[in-house]
């Protein structure tokens, strides 16, 4: 079973700053199969990233997710105000096919 | 548009089984490489996958659950219904449903439900 750990646990930001979010995979993941999600207080998780670097629609061009094998990052280029959440990576393996990562909190400084 | 909605009930009792629908719109799910799988969320907890049911009817477990796990889908309806037995209150969490098509290659969840929150307690 592929475990996925996500790094820091929360990221104390200011607007306007760069925001650098980690995903490892205990076994090597296919790029294909790592997805990045944002979840809001009180919402469903929002679709961000598919395919280790592709936004999905409708996504700012701030958001970009990079990585292969075992390491993958999500960036945020610039935070604005709505960027203020719970961030997860989620990958696709032959079982149990789908896991996620327990999160990265992005909290305002 | 795609949209998804799950229902059932709020407060289930410890041993009792729960059984959740989902019920979408904006797509079908006898459309080659479309899934609708399940998720849940402990309050203030990751997310864990719980299952998903294909066009085809193919149907995936999560192995630490597979045996407390059922899913079905009714096409005509548009609603896919999971039922979980034995009902603990490790169990309560919240319950999305949402969409996934492979049709390009991708493994992912792109369209989300709202998600009602499940409480077990007597």
């Known amino acids: 079973e592929i475990m996925l750990t996500q790094s820091p646990g929360t990221l104390s930001l200011s607007p306007g700053e760069r925001a650098t979010l980690s995903c490892r995979a205990s076994?090597?993941?296919?790029?294909?199969?790592l997805a990045w999600y944002q979840q809001k207080p009180g919402q469903a998780p929002r679709l961000l990233i598919y395919?280790?670097?592709n936004r999905a629609t409708g996504i700012p061009d701030r958001f970009s997710g990079s990585g292969s094998g075992t390491d993958f990052t999500l960036t945020i280029s610039r935070l604005e105000p709505e960027d203020f959440a719970v961030y997860y990576c989620?990958?696709?393996?032959?079982?149990?096919?789908?896991?996620f990562g327990q999160g990265t909190k992005v909290e305002i400084k | 548009q795609i949209t998804l909605k799950e229902s059932g009930p709020t407060l289930v009792k410890p041993t009792q089984t729960l059984t959740l629908t989902c019920t979408f719109s904006?797509?079908?799910?006898?459309?080659?490489?479309?899934?609708v799988g399940w998720i849940r969320q402990p309050p203030g907890k990751a997310l864990e996958w719980l299952a998903l049911?294909?066009?085809?009817?193919?149907?995936r477990y999560s192995p630490s659950l597979k045996s407390r796990l059922t899913v079905t889908k009714d096409t005509s309806k548009n609603q896919v219904v999971l039922t979980m037995t034995n009902m603990h209150p490790v169990d309560t969490a919240t319950y999305y449903c949402?969409?996934?098509?492979?049709?390009?290659?991708?493994?992912?969840?792109?369209?989300w439900g709202q998600g009602p929150l499940v409480t077990v307690s007597s």
């Open positions: 949402a969409h996934h098509s492979y049709i390009s290659g991708w493994y992912h969840f792109d369209y």
């Open positions: 904006g797509f079908s799910l006898s459309t080659t490489a479309v899934g």
């Open positions: 049911i294909y066009w085809d009817d193919d149907k």
């Open positions: 076994q090597s993941v296919s790029s294909t199969y």
């Open positions: 395919g280790a670097s």
């Open positions: 989620q990958q696709y393996d032959s079982s149990p096919l789908w896991t």
